[in-house]
Antibody, heavy 120, light 107 residues
Framework: EVQLVESGGGLVQPGGSLRLSCAASGFTVSSNYMTWVRQAPGKGLEWVSVLYSGGNTFYADSVKGRFTVSRDNSKNTLYLQMSSLRAEDTAVYYC??????????????WGQGTLVTVSS | DIQMTQSPSSLSVSVGDRVTITCRASQSISNYVNWYHQRPGKAPKLLIYAASTLQSGVPSRFSGSGSGTDFTLTISSLQPEDFATYYCQQTYNTHAVTFGGGTKVEI
């Protein structure tokens, strides 16, 4: 059974750092398009970053230069290292798998989400 | 980035109603559109991909159509479990995926 479990969220002060983890089971993270999506309280979905199976990474302009996505193949886990955090980064962060269905990459599995609150 | 404009932003309906949600892309994206719904406090769930392909396990009352810039999600007969927020998404540019603003379907 495919499962994604996020952890690492919490309360952090503005300017601080936090690392989110997304532990996967039932498939191999390194063979898939893996992504982070966030949702601010009461708002819509915002794509944050992607890590391709080949290792390439891309980021939303709102987090570029501050967030870094990576993976640990031995742990089958995806990470999001967040630094220089701002109040507007407050959100529930989801990891998701983009299934390579003939290039469409729909996000077919999602974690339960982890809440990051940036506040003093 | 490709902008996805969804309408309406909210919809008041009843069980059994036919529901149509539209999504317009800021440029032509062929059929690289996916649809999700999200119940309060839950993660989004994939309903439709490639504009019109039903995800495995999703009821056949859901359907999608469109190509180019205009896309539609239709629920043929709304069920109680369908009250949720619906999002379109473009994966034409997988380096910069974008979502529509969402449509809240409520009683």
């Amino acid at each position: 059974e495919v499962q994604l479990v996020e952890s690492g969220g919490g309360l952090v002060q503005p300017g601080g750092s936090l690392r989110l983890s997304c532990a996967a089971s039932g498939f191999t993270v390194s063979s898939n398009y893996m992504t982070w999506v966030r949702q601010a309280p009461g708002k819509g979905l915002e794509w944050v970053s992607v890590l391709y199976s080949g290792g390439n990474t891309f980021y939303a302009d709102s987090v570029k230069g501050r967030f870094t996505v990576s993976r640990d193949n031995s742990k089958n886990t995806l990470y999001l290292q967040m630094s220089s955090l701002r109040a507007e980064d407050t959100a529930v962060y989801y990891c998701a798998r983009g299934r390579d269905s003939s290039g469409y990459f729909p996000f077919d599995y999602w974690g339960q989400g982890t809440l990051v609150t940036v506040s003093s | 980035d490709i902008q996805m404009t969804q309408s309406p932003s909210s919809l008041s309906v009843s069980v059994g109603d036919r529901v149509t949600i539209t999504c317009r892309a800021s440029q032509s994206i062929s059929n690289y559109v996916n649809w999700y719904h999200q119940r309060p406090g839950k993660a989004p769930k994939l309903l439709i991909y490639a504009a019109s392909t039903l995800q495995s396990g999703v009821p056949s009352r859901f359907s999608g159509s469109g190509s180019g810039t205009d896309f539609t999600l239709t629920i043929s007969s709304l069920q109680p479990e369908d009250f949720a927020t619906y999002y379109c998404q473009q994966t034409y540019n997988t380096h910069a995926v974008t979502f529509g603003g969402g449509t809240k379907v409520e009683i």
